[in-house]
């Protein structure tokens, strides 16, 4: 009887060695991952103890892509973001991407969604584009989809209803491979459709295409991480017929180096 205290306090030790080295070894979350779960997602399974059960306003602006290219058809920039606020269930999303080549700004648009939850991992949206550059300027109207697939894939899919009859489509799909805890490739797959393409705007406007992305990057901090990587671009359809007539390549390989950041 009197080994039991003795008893109790070493299986008590012993517990409590467990539990810290189960903590010490759990898998970390990224800021993408974090910012791309539910608020509800993120405070109950990344940050136990914290556990809210208010819903108050948050926001998050992140640079997925500031980078320069050099390919085919020459160099350049481009650029990737997106903001938003709002609480768990409804976000004010804003979203914009584009490139400079040449000293002009080409293939450019700017989105603000209206971003509601449908369920832990999805958010529908509504709202409006517009797009800039050297084409045409054109304003459309916006809905799809967005969210966290199995296998933790990021999906996107909008939808667009422009002036006369226009319609045009642009699915997205990412997903991060982590070999050290600050080393992380990102491979991108980017489809862009219409189904009309102005003949005097050429390839510089509207031009449907598919685009394979790998980027490797090093993450200085969670909030800031320098890359580089490989972009193949493939033209379809008039966009390709005009690249042809322009004898520029309806293929495309270009080298990126940029930086990813978020607050």
Known sequence: MRRQPRYFGLACLATAICR???????????AHDMASMPPSQVSSSSMPGMEMSDNASHGMLLVDQLEFFN????????????????????????????DRNQGRTDESDVEV??????????????????????GTHRN????G??????????????????????????????????????????????????????????????SSDAQLGLRLRYEITRQCAPYVGLVWTRRFGNAASFAGEEHLPVFDRQFVAGIRFWF
Do not use: C
């Open 113 to 134: 969604f209206w971003n509601h939850s449908i369920s832990a991992f999805w958010g529908a949206q509504w709202g409006i584009r517009h797009d800039f550059g050297t």
């Open 140 to 143: 459309w109207t916006a809905f």
């Open 20 to 30: 810290v080295s189960a903590a010490q070894n759990a898998p970390s979350m990224s």
């Open 145 to 206: 989809l967005e969210g966290l697939a199995p296998y933790w894939v990021e999906l996107g899919a909008t939808g667009y209803l422009g002036e006369s009859g226009r319609l045009a489509a642009r699915v997205r799909a990412e997903y991060t491979v982590r070999f050290t805890q600050r080393l992380i490739l990102q491979p991108e797959l980017e489809f862009n459709l219409y189904n009309r393409t102005d003949a005097p705007q050429r390839t510089e406007d509207e």
């Open 71 to 98: 390919g085919y058809t020459g160099h350049g920039s481009m650029w990737e973001a997106e903001a938003w606020y709002g609480n768990d269930s409804d976000k004010l999303w804003l979203r914009t991407e584009g």
